[in-house]
């Protein structure tokens, strides 16, 4: 069973690929104010439907699809991955991102001010893929005489994380809206590796035939909450899931944004997401690995006064000249940063619509802009600019449409849907429209909701 | 957890009829590889045929030591064959015979290579043997290696005249997990 959801996670995790992005600036709804604390808002309070005020998934490959690895086909997995491995370099990577809002509210504080607070949990997973390693795994070094099997392919960060958090968005001016929030991690599990160098080549040798060396290894992976007090490999999810909040190992961050208003017609939002850092120091395991190593074999001397254990020597040599360790260390780890900037240029019929303060004011039926979101990542940052056209049919229902090229692909079509009944505020995402159909082809295939009630 | 497997009720449902082309059985990596290492050599001189001590020629020489390489899990579990490259020179007048024997911690003989005569002054000996683990199972037990050379003409060795026999081996090993 745990095995059966463990699957069924990684498949979900996979292949729903939410553009939080999408989100940003659209519809005035509660979520954006977690994308951008300095988005305007237009309402006195707000709470979420608990577990689904925000729901974000987000995964994508840039070498391979789902087909690709599990298509049912009758190949075997093996001879699959040996594909995708032929297809990959070690700049490629899949990323998991997954995010559920548990809690989410807030409250007009004054006319200029609202608040807003909760606790979401994340899991975010980057790997990049080792081509080496896994090439030396799968086919051995028997045919890649002077192949130089690199470990610095070995690339990857998985945390899974609590958020406490609470925000202010405060109105400077009519066209400045600024605003930040504080943030409290709480991680209840992390694993990584980067910045790893050394390489094992087997070459021809006069010395023996062939020799076999290990060149400038250095190899540092750092993990907590992986293994209990007591050494034990925690392998089900429910003990990594449970202690996410207020688990043990802190960490403090914030996010800062803005709106600032050209002219009414043109917009520019821009948000830091996750300046931040978490410290781990409860239920640490590292391990580390440095140093040069020449094997040429077994050299026999044939010296009866003097006998050996060549073996014995051999490893002793070995574990002097590339000593390993496994310690508890403390380590800090620096959040995923996530930056979006937009700009909004409004067209159209100029309708009214009404504010929180039981004013009026005027909105575009129509608008088009672009957006730029990075994220920080062990290799480098992802990039995904994404061009965009908002329709309003109502002052309670919005369409918007978007192209978005970004690592993964350079046509991905997504669509967003926002609409307020009564209090009830939806906001749904579908990107990457044009596979959805046939998601074991797509690269990546986004997906998010969030179901709030907002009072005016 | 339970928030979890919601999430993965939404989605799933949401899914479910986008996946019918996949399967996610049988998601097992079973590599077949052959992975090879430097396995012994030496090069023996004139002097180490000869006893001075007690005058006494010497036509037998062997050395051992521990080798737990095929006991570690890994291999033990998935190797399914071994081949055993051996080159080597012989500078000396004389035919020699090596063999490579494997033994286990109770110094039970698991496998043994042995050539065929190196004839004098041969310099470009070669020999390859296979060995199937289905047809040797107790090849897996091989906790020592020994090295023998023998001179198989019973004429003593100039000590003072300056000659060698080398060998080098490489080992591949053919493994399926």
């Known amino acids: 069973m745990k095995k059966t959801i463990f699957y069924l996670l990684f498949f979900i995790n996979y292949f729903v690929f939410s553009q939080q992005q999408l989100n940003f600036g659209f519809a005035e709804s509660p979520q954006t104010l977690l994308l951008n604390p300095g988005a305007e808002t237009n309402f006195n309070y707000h709470y979420g439907l608990p577990f689904l005020s925000n729901l974000n998934f987000d995964a994508g490959s840039t070498s391979f699809n789902l087909g690709d690895l599990f298509l049912d086909d009758g190949i075997s997995f093996t001879d699959k991955l040996k594909s995708v491995v032929e297809l990959s370099d070690e700049n490629d990577f899949f990323n998991i991102n997954v995010r559920n809002d548990i809690l989410f509210g807030g409250f007009r504080l004054d006319e200029k001010s609202y608040v807003s607070f909760g606790f979401y949990q994340e899991l975010d997973f980057i790997f990049y893929m080792p081509n080496d390693i896994l090439e030396l795994g799968l086919y051995g070094n028997a045919t890649s005489f002077n192949r130089n099997f690199s470990f610095s392919h070995l690339r990857f960060k998985a945390t899974t994380t609590g958020v406490l958090h609470a925000g202010v968005s405060k109105k400077i001016n009519k066209r400045l809206n600024i605003g930040a929030r504080a943030k409290i991690y709480s991680s209840s599990a992390n694993v990584e590796t980067n910045n790893n160098s050394g390489t094992l080549t087997t070459f021809n040798n006069p010395q023996n035939i062939i020799r076999q060396t290990i060149n400038n290894l250095d190899v540092d992976v750092k993990s907590a909450g992986l293994f209990n007090s007591r050494g034990v490999f925690l392998d089900n999810p429910r003990d990594i899931y449970s202690n996410t909040f207020l688990g043990g190992n802190f960490g403090l961050g914030f996010d800062v944004g803005f709106t600032y208003h050209f002219t009414p017609d043109l917009e520019l939002t821009a948000s830091a997401i996750d300046i931040g850092f978490i410290r781990y120091k409860k239920d640490t395991r590292n391990f580390k690995a440095k140093g040069n190593f020449v094997f040429d074999g077994i050299n026999f001397e044939f010296d009866p006064n003097n006998p050996r254990d060549y073996w014995d020597e051999l490893e002793d040599e070995f574990d002097e000249k590339v000593p390993t360790e496994e310690n508890q260390n403390a380590y800090t780890s620096l959040r995923p940063l996530r930056l979006n900037v937009a700009l909004k240029y409004g067209f159209g019929e100029i309708r009214p619509k009404s504010c929180y303060t039981g004013t009026r004011k005027v909105y575009h039926s129509n608008s088009i802009g672009f957006q730029l979101h990075s994220v920080s990542r062990p290799g480098d940052s992802q990039y995904a600019l994404t061009s965009f056209f908002e329709n309003s049919f109502s002052e309670n229902f919005h369409l918007k449409f978007t192209h978005t090229f970004n690592n993964y692909s350079d046509a991905i079509f997504g669509a967003a849907l926002a609409f307020q009944w009564r209090t009830l505020n939806f906001v749904g995402v579908v990107d990457n429209i044009s596979q959805a159909a046939n998601l074991e082809t797509a690269d990546t295939f986004a997906f998010s909701l969030g179901i709030n009630f907002v009072i005016k | ?177």
Request: negative net charge; hydrophobic residues 40%; glycine residues 0%.
């Open chain 2, 1 to 177: 957890m339970k928030r979890i497997l919601l999430l993965t009720t939404i989605v799933a449902l949401f899914l479910n009829s986008c996946q019918n082309n996949l399967t996610f059985d049988n998601i097992e990596i079973k590599p077949q590889f052959r992975s090879i290492i430097p396995l012994v050599s030496f090069k023996i001189e004139q002097d180490k045929f000869y006893d001075s001590l007690n005058n006494l020629p010497i036509f037998f020489v062997t050395d051992t030591t521990r080798f737990s390489l095929i006991s570690e899990p890994i291999i033990r579990d998935n190797l399914d064959r071994i081949r055993i490259f051996s080159e080597v020179n012989n500078q000396f007048d004389r035919q020699f015979i090596y063999e490579l024997v494997c033994l286990d911690e109770n110094n039970i003989e698991t496998a043994k290579f042995q050539s065929f005569p190196v004839q004098p002054n041969q310099s470009d000996y070669k020999r390859t043997w296979d060995l199937f683990i289905t047809d040797n199972p107790n090849f897996l037990n091989t906790e020592k290696l020994v090295l023998n050379l023998t001179i198989m003409q019973p004429t003593p060795i100039n000590p003072n005249e300056e000659q060698f026999f080398e060998l080098k081996s490489y080992a591949e090993a053919y493994l399926s997990f």
